[in-house]
């Protein structure tokens, strides 16, 4: 039988909620606005994209964020173009913009698909030398974002990044139309020397760290949900606090082949905790969502259809 979406104080320290709501609360300054993209992208976005900006505020107070601290960080995320508002009588509704949607299916990409780790041993080199100098920090920056790494000053490359997308992501870009991207393959006598050269590039070590503390967090969690101890309003939190600590670290990682990553790398039982761990909570979350969150036509729609297919399918 389904459980109520009304649980349980989140902070009891008997669950292992708390303490990921603690953690949360301890960074400063507290990232509200973060959460909120999570909360959007995350749950909000699948249902339509709008919601009632006071049932938000409902869902958003157990993780510590309160009423004025929801109101200026979406204003703040309104100015810069993720959401628009409209207001219903002296109801305020938020709703995803064009562009906030497209951003949103940008970091999808990364954050709800399997790491590619097969790779053909072929290298995507793109070169800035036709690119004029005032453009060029900023094409490698948002190269660096997309996993490239720096081979000299006017090289970046990556052995497996998705080519259908790259285009795409780069559009809009100052001087992206003078870039040459290629694809080339090392002559195997400088492949190892080439390799621990763009390797070098990544920050490989911190991300290792980060998925070990990722693994820490949230493998008791998932042993308790997995004994069907939260609630529907629980199981929302964690999926929000599981996302968002993944995704800050997913959007980070260049998604290397299994080639050129250590033995040992956390990243893959990450992916695999966090995979299972959604799943676990995707259903009763979703009871939650649509009983707790309001558009002025009632509660917020049934999820679109693809919803269902992150992380390899939720259901």
Known sequence: MPQSHISPNPRDPQTPVAPLIA????????????????????????????????????????????DRLVRTSIYR?????WFSSHQVGRRSYYSLTELGRRRFHEASQH????????????????????????HRDGLRRELQWLGFAPVSPNLMAHPAPDRATLGENLQGIAGADRIIVTTTRVMSDS??????????????????????HFLQMFRPVYRWVRDDAASDEQAFQVR????????????????????LLPSDWSGTAAYQ???????????????????????????????????????????
Not at 30 to 37: T, W
Not at 240 to 259: M, Q, S, T, V
């Open 240 to 259: 929000i606090l599981l996302l968002h600590e993944y995704r800050k670290i997913i959007l980070r990682d260049p998604f290397l082949p299994e080639a």
């Open 191 to 212: 492949e190892t020397v080439f390799n621990e050269l763009v390797t070098n590039g990544w920050n490989l070590d911190e991300l290792e760290l980060r998925y070990q």
């Open 23 to 66: 953690s949360f609360q301890s960074q400063r300054p507290m990232r509200a606005g973060s959460l909120l993209i999570t909360v959007f992208g995350d749950a909000i976005a699948p249902h339509g994209g709008t919601v009632w900006l006071g049932s938000l505020i409902r869902a958003m107070a157990p993780f510590g964020v309160n």
């Open 77 to 81: 995320l309104a100015q810069d173009g």
């Open 273 to 315: 905790l966090c995979r299972n761990l959604y799943r676990a909570v995707a259903e009763p979350s979703e009871r939650f969502i649509t009983s707790a969150m309001e558009t002025a036509e009632g509660p917020l729609p049934p999820a679109e259809p693809g919803f269902f297919d992150r992380f390899g399918g939720t259901k």
């Open 111 to 134: 954050i709800y698909a399997e790491p590619r780790r097969q790779w053909s041993g072929d290298w995507c080199c793109v070169l800035l030398n036709a690119v004029a100098a005032e």
